[in-house]
């Protein structure tokens, strides 16, 4: 059986963006473009701002990873990388207190890739820089199509290594949860990655952006009760809260899923959650059952909330 087959032809970024402002961050800034860098660099972007001045200049975006809510500077530049560009990002990140830098260009020289492997390297975990160049290709008569290609990024493991060694020895409950989210992790990558991940920790909890600002789901490892509890946290939003009650009805029809709805009357959160049973540290046999589960159930919790949210 013959078949036609195109070929993939790398276009010139400057026939596709002429001008890297009123072109480039531009279309950048819409949402299904800055999701597909969120999604290259495993964060949710929310809260985009554009020609954002620091002092006498302007960056070109400045937006908020949707979980932590920390600071997302992005540089974007048309061309081969420059000493001068480098300079900006830091200067940039200074003025906007940017806990996380995406310096975009044409062509990343060796010099300025050596330069973020430093800055990452020698930067403590509250500090991630990521050095991307900006591709396009057409098939045959089909439009330009975008493509991220990551030069260089944190490595989150060795970061994690080093911020863990600060601290006293783990215990075997935090050596448990990292081995977990470790393993955690790895499936979502078997699943074909159906949402961004989130760094492993020590830590019993680990968020999963929803697309708002106003909430987001966590997955809690609750060992001593031997369960796994999925929940939506809202966040200082009773009326969000409110508004969710009265769709539940339609909201655990749609989930085909039985939901705890706590208030939490008196807190700042509230919070709406299912269970999965049979968490045991140390019998972790049906690990991967329990993993695909928590996928399955996340991926639940996203395409129906983000309907009523």
Not at 65 to 74: A, H, P, R, S
Not at 129 to 144: M, N, Q, R, V, Y
Not at 185 to 194: A, F, H, L, Q
Not at 259 to 276: P, Q
Request: aromatic share 10%.
């Amino acid at each position: 059986m013959n078949i036609s087959l195109g070929k993939l032809k790398e276009v010139n970024i400057r026939d596709v963006w002429q001008h890297e402002q009123y072109d480039f961050s531009k279309w950048l800034s819409l949402p299904d473009n800055i999701q597909e860098l969120g999604d290259t660099i495993g964060l949710s972007l929310t809260d985009i701002e554009t020609e954002k001045f620091v002092g006498g200049y302007r960056c070109d975006i400045i937006c908020k990873d949707e979980i932590t809510g920390k600071n997302v500077l992005i540089e974007n530049q048309l061309e081969p990388s420059n000493h001068d560009h480098l300079g900006k990002i830091i200067t940039y990140a200074s003025g906007l207190d940017a806990a996380v830098v995406v310096w975009i260009v044409q062509e990343a020289r060796e010099e300025h890739a050596s330069a973020i492997e430093w800055l990452n390297k020698h930067t403590d975990d509250d500090l991630a820089f990521f050095l991307i160049e900006i591709h396009a290709f057409t098939i045959g008569d089909s439009k330009p199509a975008p493509q991220f290609r990551i030069i260089q990024q944190p490595n989150e493991f060795a970061k994690m290594v080093k911020e863990i060694s600060k601290n006293t020895e783990l215990n075997d409950s935090q050596t448990y949860r990292l081995e977990f989210w470790n393993m955690f992790n790895s499936v979502i990558d078997e699943r074909g990655k159906p949402f961004n991940k989130h760094k492993p920790s020590t830590d019993h909890w680990y968020t999963v952006a929803i697309g708002s600002s106003k909430c987001h789901i966590s997955i809690d490892l609750i060992n001593k009760e031997n369960r796994i509890r999925i929940g939506l946290w809202i966040s200082n939003n009773k009326e969000l809260f409110d508004k969710l009650s009265v769709e539940k009805e339609n909201i655990e029809k749609d989930s085909n899923l039985q939901f705890e709805w706590d208030r939490l009357d008196g807190k700042k959160a509230s919070v709406i959650c299912t269970y999965i049973e049979g968490l045991n540290f140390e019998k972790q046999d049906n690990y991967k059952d329990l993993m695909n589960k928590i996928i399955d159930y996340v991926v639940v919790f996203k395409n129906t909330f983000s309907k009523y949210i």
